[in-house]
């Protein structure tokens, strides 16, 4: 009998969009509990929660946290982690490096001070995303091209990832990838695949 995954969320909560696409990209249902802000400090130290953080993937009595390791996981269970090793620790390669950049998105996220969210986002835009996005931009190229995706001839959990990320990124910078042709065309090929529009709705 096939498992029955569910992913255990906040109300809101941008990490899920990436776990919802490798589900749906793979052809798996999934159930989405959300717990409500005022739940969460009733259930966080229940023991439901391994790092008392949320998400988490429940499936077969199991527990799985932290959403980069849930959808590498999902994604090795389903073919999109890469066709070999190398290929597996290309697409790692690409993830982490986003990650470096998403530790400076969360600074601006958490500010509330309206001057200093501005200041932030201000420098993340001058000082961190042309960097980052002209070295993923070239990795990108080095790869067909850079007509296809990340690594090897198929999606992978770095496509995934690049594109929900930098859907995030737009709110601190609109034009984020806009010296970044390639990247720009693969969110646009990424956006339009059916399946990642419907999991997103």
């Not at 990436?18 to 989405?32: M, Q």
């Not at 717990?35 to 953080?53: A, L, M, N, T, Y």
């Not at 946290?65 to 073919?79: D, H, L, P, T």
Request: hydrophobic share 40%; glycine share 6%; proline share 6%.
């Amino acid at each position: 009998m096939p498992a029955r995954y569910k992913i255990v969320c906040p109300a809101i909560c941008g990490l899920v969009g990436s776990i919802k696409i490798t589900f749906a990209l793979a052809g798996i249902d999934c159930e989405i509990e959300k717990i409500p802000p005022e739940e969460w400090k009733q259930v966080k130290d229940s023991g439901r929660f391994p790092f008392q953080e949320m998400p988490i993937l429940e499936f077969d009595g199991k527990t799985l946290a932290q959403s980069r390791a849930i959808v590498r996981y999902i994604a090795q269970e389903n073919g999109l982690a890469g066709k070999d090793l190398f290929e597996q620790a290309q697409a790692n390669m690409v993830i982490d490096s986003i990650y470096d950049v998403v530790e400076y998105v969360k600074k601006w996220a958490h500010e509330n001070d309206p001057e200093k969210k501005k200041a932030v986002a201000e420098n993340i835009a001058k000082n961190v995303f042309p960097p980052a996005c002209a070295n993923l931009e070239k990795v990108l190229i080095a790869n067909n091209g850079g007509d296809g995706f990340f690594v090897g001839d198929k999606l992978t959990h770095a496509d995934i990832t690049f594109y929900c990320i930098s859907e995030r990124w737009k709110k601190v910078d609109p034009e984020v990838l806009k010296n970044s042709p390639k990247m720009s065309a693969l969110s646009e090929r990424l956006k339009a695949m059916p399946k990642i529009a419907d999991s997103m709705k």
